[in-house]
Structures are given as C-alpha cells and as structure tokens.
C-alpha cells in the first residue's frame, strides 16, 4: 500500500515517491470526476438541473465538442468524422447540457476505439424530430450486455474501462440528459465490429 511503502523510505528514492504521488493524484481525479458524475445524475433526478430550451445548430455544436476531444483522437490517430448535413434543422436544446451528451458520447467512442479508428457523426430529420448517430469502429459490446447500459456504473470491460478513467457513469447521465430533454439513447453494437449510438431529439 502507498502509504506505508511511503512511510518505510519510498519518500529518499524520488523514482519511488514521483510514481507514489502520480497514483495519488490519478486516483483523487478519478474520485472527484465519481462525485461530480453522481451530483449531476442527482441533480436531474431531483429535478434541480433547469434546462435552458434554444433553438440549436446541431452540426455546429457537435462541431465545438469534437475540437475538444481533437487532441484526445489524435493521439490515438482516431478519426472524427462530422457528417451532420449542414441543411439540418435546428433542434431545442439546453446547450451547455447537449455538449454534455456529446462529451460523454464522443469520449467513449474515442476511449474504446483502437488506434487507426474512425468515430462518425450522422444525423437526419424525422417526422418528429431529428436522429443523431455516433458510430465507431471500436471493440464493440456483447449484444447480451448492451441493455444494460446506462445503468449506474455499468461497465462493459470493467478493467479496461477503470484503467482508462472511466466511472461508469457516463451512458448513465446520457441516458438521464436525453430524457430530460424529451428525447432517447438507444445503443446498437457488435463485439469486434465497433458501436452505434443514437439520439433521438423531438420536435
């Protein structure tokens, strides 16, 4: 245990200390990324979390999203593909919320995508609302796994997922956000052939 591998003289060889503080500080991020993760799923639960309807530009926003997570795919040398037509229409949206979704969307699918991959948006208008698709070529999901997802700390590669930072509640606060927003998260997959995720916004 870091503490008492610490307190027996790991503290006089730096080598030891600098990897005992970098486990520190990895597990306390991971600790306050669980908190915040859990007050926000609380918070819309309760019904605190007051969403701010405007008419949104999909593309654009999604836009915004994938310019955060550029540095993320590229060192992975993944592939962020924005196909949403530019002739969509608007959707009602909260925005800072919408960029929420597709956070934690586009961040999975990079996450569990090998290197050399490709993460693609689409989207198309319905006669109620407008679908939105985020496909990778990622590890995929066992199909008899895939219902369960958007449970709280549901994960698929349990390991794999706490190694890369996860919390396990990501699809959940997806799931709780689209609802919230009168809309649905709906997850399509196949192990080894990547994931398709769809969001569907309501009129």
Do not use: C, W
Not at 73 to 99: E, F
Request: no cysteine.
């Amino acid at each position: 245990n870091n503490k008492t591998a610490l307190q027996t003289g790991a503290l006089e060889n730096r080598e030891d200390a600098k990897r005992f503080v970098d486990i520190m500080l990895k597990q306390s991020q991971r600790l306050n990324r669980l908190v915040e993760d859990l007050m926000t799923i609380s918070k819309i639960e309760l019904g605190e979390v007051v969403l701010r309807f405007e008419d949104v530009f999909l593309p654009e926003a999604a836009e915004n999203v994938i310019s955060l997570l550029d540095a993320k795919a590229a060192a992975k040398t993944v592939r962020i593909q924005n196909r949403l037509p530019g002739a969509l229409p608007p959707i009602r949206a909260d925005r800072d919320r919408l960029s929420q979704v597709l956070v934690n969307v586009l961040d999975n699918a990079v996450k569990f995508t090998p290197d050399g991959g490709t993460v693609t948006l689409d989207a198309e208008e319905k006669a109620d609302g407008v679908l939105l698709t985020i496909r990778d070529t990622g590890i995929g999901i066992p199909r008899e796994e895939i219902q369960r997802l958007g449970e709280r700390f549901y994960r698929v590669d349990k390991a794999r997922s706490r190694e890369l930072g996860g919390t396990g509640l990501g699809l959940s606060i997806v799931k709780h956000l689209m609802m919230a927003h009168g809309g649905k998260m709906e997850v399509d997959s196949q192990l080894g052939r990547g994931t398709k995720v769809s969001l569907f916004f309501p009129r």
